[in-house]
């Protein structure tokens, strides 16, 4: 027991005998609790030792005789053991005991436990705050991709409007019968160079419609006359409006209306109309009939598309196409 209590004294003394590194620099991490029973237990390992108790003599031998006067001896030798038995015993209650080394174990780990969630904690709450960050930034990714688009939207808008819209300098001839291409459009050159043989025409053809789905242009039943400026347009309007019996336009047997052109945009808005009620029917399924396109004839009322007389598409005035309400803002408009 001696030997094993001083080799352990020699290895938790450091090289200056009185410190031990490692234990002492850590000392201040402990808990008051903790740190009195860890000097405790130092001041146990560094104790000196009392001596072993002297071995107790051999018994002697029983005297051959009389025993009276020999009891007294007997009573001191038993003293003796007693006295070595309560210094053992007392020496046992200073060891350190298999308890005493678990519980310090426990309040070790305890103690270990406590530091290392405290320099945790922290890092969670980072993680915690960063994570928070990285949804905001997709939030706002997205709100920002979905702003671009819409810009990239009026851009490609604004661009077409920029360009030239030659309608402002033609006439249109609606209401065409069923001819080929080169009779109808040799009847719009007779009756022009008939009733303005001194103005000079710069196009004369028919409107078709481009079919998306089969990729193909139809012929429309109205055709029409271009000529250099809208103020020449202007001018031959203005002359046909002013006598209509005069200039009445007869193709095929079939008097036809001469208007103004529609504008590129006004032929959008109309096509708008039409094409958002296409869609609202196929939504609707057997409900189809009550579709209803309205406005579509100057001062007939709001410009839109309704279903059972509630606005299911609206298109104000301006130059906008309109858009989709209520339970079929879902639907999109193909490009016009």
């Known amino acids: 027991m001696e030997k094993s209590l001083a080799g352990k004294k020699s290895q938790e003394s450091g090289p200056s005998g009185d410190e031990q590194p490692g234990v002492t620099k850590r000392s201040a991490q402990w808990s008051p609790e903790l740190e009195a029973k860890r000097k405790h237990m130092l001041e146990l390992l560094e104790q000196t030792h009392v001596a072993a108790a002297a071995p107790l003599p051999e018994a002697p031998p029983l005297p051959d005789g009389d025993l009276n006067g020999k009891v007294d001896l007997l009573v001191e030798r038993l003293g003796q053991v007693v006295i070595g038995i309560n210094n053992l015993q007392e020496g046992m209650s200073q060891t350190v005991k298999h308890q005493d080394l678990k519980e310090f174990h426990e309040r070790h780990s305890a103690e270990i436990r406590t530091f290392v969630e405290s320099k945790v904690h922290p890092v969670v709450e980072d993680v915690v705050e960063l994570k928070s960050q990285v949804l905001d930034l997709t939030v706002d990714a997205v709100e920002s991709f979905d702003r671009i688009g819409r810009l990239e939207k009026k851009v490609e808008q604004l661009t077409k409007k920029s360009k030239p819209d030659d309608s402002y300098k033609r006439i249109s001839f609606m209401g065409l019968p069923k001819l080929s291409l080169d009779d109808r459009v040799s009847a719009l050159r007779d009756f022009m160079s008939t009733k303005f043989p001194k103005i000079l025409i710069k196009d004369c053809s028919i409107f078709y419609r481009f079919d998306r789905e089969k990729k193909t242009y139809e012929a429309t039943n109205t055709g029409y006359v271009e000529f250099s400026s809208p103020a020449v347009r202007d001018h031959v309007i203005k002359l046909i ?21 529609r504008t590129k945009n006004a032929a959008d808005r109309n096509a708008a109309l039409r094409k958002a009620a296409e ?25 839109g598309v309704k279903f059972k007389e509630t606005v299911a598409f609206s298109q104000p005035s301006g ?9 079929f803002c879902d639907l999109t408009l193909p490009e016009i």
């Open 241 to 261: 409006e002013g006598d209509a019996v005069q200039f009445k336009c007869v193709v095929g047997g079939k008097t036809v209306d001469v208007k103004r052109t």
């Open 279 to 303: 869609l609202i029917k196929g939504k609707v399924g057997n409900d189809a009939d009550s579709v209803v396109i309205t406005g579509l004839k100057p001062g007939s009322g709001d410009r």
């Open 319 to 327: 130059s906008g196409l309109g858009e989709f309400l209520g339970d």
